[in-house]
């Protein structure tokens, strides 16, 4: 039977975490990298979220070797609630190892976390258009969303950059 763990991620987890973005195929501005470069990228997030204790970052592994989802968290304060807010920015869980629980896994992780820290909340951005969306991954989990509040962005980089 697989094992399946959570644990904080680490520099040996970039290779897969990039992977698990590139196959994800979400984000047109990383097929522009090369594996490389993405690799880097990886961790050098890694290597600040490990000397920042604003942000945080677990994977998910199969008998503790390979990693099969990630969660990063960023720990930030509001001038408006009485204690930090928890801001999930990314979950991915690789298509094959959907429907395992893992998701659900890493979600408990960052809700255990957000409690020894005594946030007021933790909040995510999810696209619409997403399956996890669609299904109610969040909602079915006891999240619900603000129709009162828009996520608006400004871009202030391109992939063209």
Request: charged residues 25%; hydrophobic residues 35%.
């Amino acid at each position: 039977m697989q094992k399946i763990s959570i644990r904080p991620a680490e520099r040996r987890d970039a290779t897969a975490i990039a992977a698990i973005l590139r196959r994800l195929g979400w984000f047109d501005h990383l097929s522009g990298l090369t594996q490389e470069e993405q690799i880097a990228q990886v961790n050098g997030i890694i290597d600040e979220f490990q000397v920042r204790a604003a942000q945080t970052a677990w994977v998910a592994t199969i008998n503790d070797e390979q990693v099969v989802g990630y969660v990063s968290v960023h720990w930030r304060p509001c001038f408006f609630l009485p204690r930090q807010e928890g801001y999930v920015a990314e979950l991915f869980v690789e298509a094959c190892y959907r429907g395992r629980q893992i998701g659900q896994r890493l979600l408990d992780k960052v809700i255990h976390e957000a409690r020894r820290r005594g946030c007021s909340r933790l909040s995510v951005t999810h696209n619409r258009q997403r399956e996890s969306y669609q299904r109610g991954f969040y909602r079915c989990r006891g999240w619900s969303e603000c129709p009162e509040m828009a996520q608006l962005v400004y871009p202030l980089w391109s992939s063209g950059d």
